[in-house]
């Protein structure tokens, strides 16, 4: 019989008598036997076409190949039942169905017949089924917020605990300046823990644009949230922060509305810059993943889609009466676990609290997860049905710190211990910030803030200067940085610029200019999805001119000097040429004739949407920053692009970066190096 995901079969889907013995076994040992790897078998058979009609009405399987009739080029075609069979004896995770097609015989020898899926299946056992003493995959359970799903928490919080060195902090774990204490569901309250040692959960989650908590602590609420406060007064998602803190056994949790006075510019400046500390110290962080704000909750049932499974006879041996469920696996149309649908990742703070988590449990969309430094879990489900979308789409997906960041540290003498210049760290960081530049923040100016806690342990890591969301020692390379805009020409960005509701600008990549919050020359200036690093994906050479020579930053605030900058100068040597930019069409001009006789030399990418008008050409400089593609070869030139500091006479403002054609490639040749600086 047929069932969907949530119901129990109490009997094995029909299956004609040639179809059960391809699960019997007996075929499935002789695949295995007969199989070149270890992790895969393969069940040959053939079906005559003009039986599939009356064992189709009987047989599920049946059924399935006759619906695919159209593929099959014979009478008597062949089909492979393939085995997909995890690390452990006998654990099966998949089942493909697919179809053989005949080779003709006066075809030359190749690589043998083509192969045509049919189905895929996810294979997982009920509990207390037999087989399941050896498929580990189990249903998907929806009902996180049950007994079930916290008993299965806590076991793997334990098995973490006991058995993961690597996640364990080594040294004392200090707690944060205040916790929300949970003595019980009746006994809540704000509580100054600052220098305790006690386990504490911290939540990650989103407030949402307008949907800010109804209930944080300010300087006139501070007192009253040190007294019993009623559950109910929690926003949903907050609340069922509180109660799984509870379930897992833990008496305090942190969540930054409650445990930062919203309101208090001098206690948030003390308190951001410790959140390295408080993420790494967490000994299990709770991440809301699907709550899109406060007040949406995460405990809530899942609902999953409706989908037809089998229930067939468990092959394997050892499990006699077992069975397994195959789900139908349609990966273009669902998966169990695609980051894009949970809200918490387009959140830009977000992004440093899951990496410096040691553990994370995982409300995600469709199930309960469970990440840490060694090991993932999944309640229900294959671990493998998930999509991660690649770099060149949305999103990138980086679940934990990238290994150049780690061991887990939590003082300055065990980073000092491991200070390195290794450059595949700095490419580690590289991946962060690109990931961190395609996330959202709600207030403009917190852009170095959200990523200071991950700064703050690259800085550790490998005592380099923080140069504005750049590093020292990579300063050059990371100059050229560039807005990602695949889809639109500058004239369309502008255009959509004046879109007064500013939807139609974020879906190309360009914003208008925001306020200062970082120098030009820094991804960091502008929103948008920038720091596509240009020297990860090309292999360019530093031009034998180009130095920099210094760079100075006055930081916000003194006591968190990476979170925030109030003034910086860059100053460097290299080649300035002047040229002009058409703001239509992004090309590169030397000079107005140039420009008229379409006479280009390269293309310039515009970081931002400036709010003050300018000529079309618009008057530019370009620095050049790398001279070849490799040495002893000619190709393009890359750099940035400048033009005069209105306030400053002989400082210059960046706007973007450019390329030269690589039949230009001597174009800043009569070009002597000058100091430039850049603000």
Not at 80 to 98: A, C, N, Q
Not at 155 to 179: D, E, F
Not at 196 to 212: E, N
Not at 380 to 397: I, P, Y
Request: net charge negative.
């Amino acid at each position: 019989m047929s069932h969907l995901i949530d119901h129990q079969p109490v009997q094995h889907s029909s299956l004609c008598e040639a179809c059960l013995d391809y699960f019997h076994p007996s075929s499935f040992l002789k695949a295995i036997s007969e199989s070149d790897t270890t992790n895969t078998a393969s069940v040959t058979f053939s079906k005559r076409q003009s039986n599939l009609a009356d064992t189709a009405g009987r047989c599920e399987i049946c059924k399935l190949i006759l619906s695919n009739a159209h593929e099959f080029d014979n009478e008597t075609p062949t089909f492979l039942l393939e085995f997909t069979i995890g690390d452990e004896t006998h654990d099966i995770k998949r089942v493909r169905l697919s179809y053989q097609s005949p080779v003709p015989e006066d075809t030359i020898p190749g690589p043998g017949p083509d192969i045509v899926a049919l189905r895929d299946f996810i294979v997982h056992a009920l509990p207390g089924d037999p087989a399941g003493r050896f498929i580990k995959n189990r249903p998907i359970e929806v009902d996180v917020g049950s007994s079930r799903s916290i008993d299965t928490a806590k076991s793997w919080l334990r098995q973490c605990c006991t058995h993961h060195p690597s996640c364990n902090p080594s040294g004392k774990m200090t707690m944060p300046t205040r916790c929300l204490k949970v003595d019980s569901l009746t006994a809540i309250s704000l509580s100054l823990t600052k220098s305790q040692q006690h386990p504490y959960a911290a939540l990650s989650y989103c407030w949402g644009p307008k949907q800010f908590p109804n209930l944080v602590t300010t300087r006139n609420s501070f007192n009253d949230m040190l007294e019993n406060i009623p559950l109910t007064a929690f926003p949903p998602t907050l609340r069922d922060g509180i109660l799984v803190t509870h379930q897992l056994g833990l008496r305090y949790l942190w969540i930054d509305a409650l445990c930062i006075i919203q309101d208090d510019d001098h206690d948030k400046n003390n308190e951001i810059p410790q959140m390295r500390q408080i993420f790494t110290n967490a000994y299990c962080t709770i991440i809301a993943a699907t709550a899109a704000h406060c007040h949406a909750g995460f405990l809530h049932t899942r609902e999953l889609p409706l989908v037809s499974e089998l229930c067939v006879p468990y092959p394997g041996p050892g499990a006699k009466d077992g069975s397994m469920i195959l789900r139908p696996h349609e990966p273009d149309e669902w998966v169990l676990y695609d980051p894009l649908d949970d809200a918490v990742n387009d959140r830009a703070w977000t992004l440093e609290e899951r990496l410096l988590s040691p553990r994370r449990l995982i409300y995600s969309k469709n199930h309960l997860r469970w990440l840490c430094e060694t090991a993932e879990y999944t309640n229900g489900g294959d671990l493998e049905d998930r999509r991660f979308v690649s770099a060149s789409k949305r999103h990138t997906q980086m679940e934990r710190l990238p290994p150049q960041l780690s061991p887990r540290v939590n003082t300055l003498v065990e980073v000092a211990d491991t200070v390195t210049d290794d450059r595949e760290t700095w490419y580690a960081w590289l991946l962060i910030v690109r990931e961190y530049n395609v996330r959202s923040l709600t207030k403009s100016k917190d852009k170095l803030r959200a990523i200071g806690g991950i700064a703050e342990l690259y800085q550790l890591r490998t005592g380099d200067q923080y140069c504005a969301g750049l590093w020292r020692r990579h300063l050059a390379e990371e100059l050229l940085w560039v807005v990602r805009n695949p889809r639109a020409t500058f004239r369309t960005m502008l255009a959509e610029a004046n879109d007064p509701t500013g939807s139609s600008v974020r879906t190309v990549g360009i914003f208008p200019r925001p306020k200062y919050r970082a120098p030009t020359w820094s991804w960091a200036s502008v929103d948008g999805m920038a720091a596509n690093h240009r020297m990860l994906t090309t292999s360019r050479f530093i031009a034998d001119v180009f130095e920099v020579i210094d760079c100075v930053v006055v930081p916000e605030r003194p006591n968190a000097p990476l979170t925030g900058v109030r003034s910086a100068v860059l100053t460097v040597r290299g080649r300035l040429k002047p040229a002009y930019v058409q703001t239509d069409s992004l090309m590169l001009y030397e000079s107005e004739e140039a420009c008229q006789r379409e006479e280009y030399f390269g293309t310039c990418h515009l970081d931002a949407v400036e709010h003050e008008p300018y000529p079309n050409p618009r008057p530019v400089y370009c620095l050049e920053i790398t001279s070849r593609v490799s040495h002893g070869s000619a190709g393009n030139q890359q750099g940035i692009t400048l033009v005069d500091n209105a306030d400053i006479q002989g400082v210059f403002h960046g706007v973007g970066g450019f390329g030269t054609d690589s039949i230009h490639d001597n174009w800043f040749a009569e070009i002597e190096p000058r100091i430039v600086k850049i603000t």
